[in-house]
């Protein structure tokens, strides 16, 4: 089992940055993939971006050069950098981890809210 604790959220002015964290705890030894998910009202959940064991990132087309996802060397902390933060960024963010076994876990979201 895995358990994810997520902070960072809230609301920022358009063009403005924020930085959200998950921090896991439990079996993390089998973390293989670690990213960030999004659902805005109305719409399917999507991927973020996401990364590795192995440091490699994939990034929805929409945040790639506004989002940095980042992972401690311990390996169970994810950060997601955001900037140039749009309106339609605005969502509730999890984070998600899945490991070697192939089972999946989710946090409970934070809100990110852009003001225009």
């Known amino acids: 089992q895995v358990q994810l604790v997520e902070s960072g959220g809230g609301l920022v002015q358009a063009g403005g940055s924020l930085r959200l964290s998950c921090a896991a705890s439990g079996s993390i030894a089998s973390i293989n993939a670690m990213g960030w998910y999004r659902q805005a009202p109305g719409k399917q959940r999507e991927l973020v971006a996401a990364i590795t064991s192995g440091g490699n990132t994939n990034y929805a087309d929409s945040v790639k050069g506004r989002f940095t996802i980042s992972r401690d060397n311990a390996g169970n902390t994810v950060h997601l950098k955001m900037n140039s933060l749009k309106p339609e960024d605005t969502a509730v963010y999890y984070c998600?981890?899945?490991?070697?076994?192939?089972?999946?876990?989710w946090g409970q979201g934070t809100q990110v809210t852009v003001s225009s």
């Open positions: 998600n981890v899945r490991r070697y076994l192939g089972d999946v876990y």
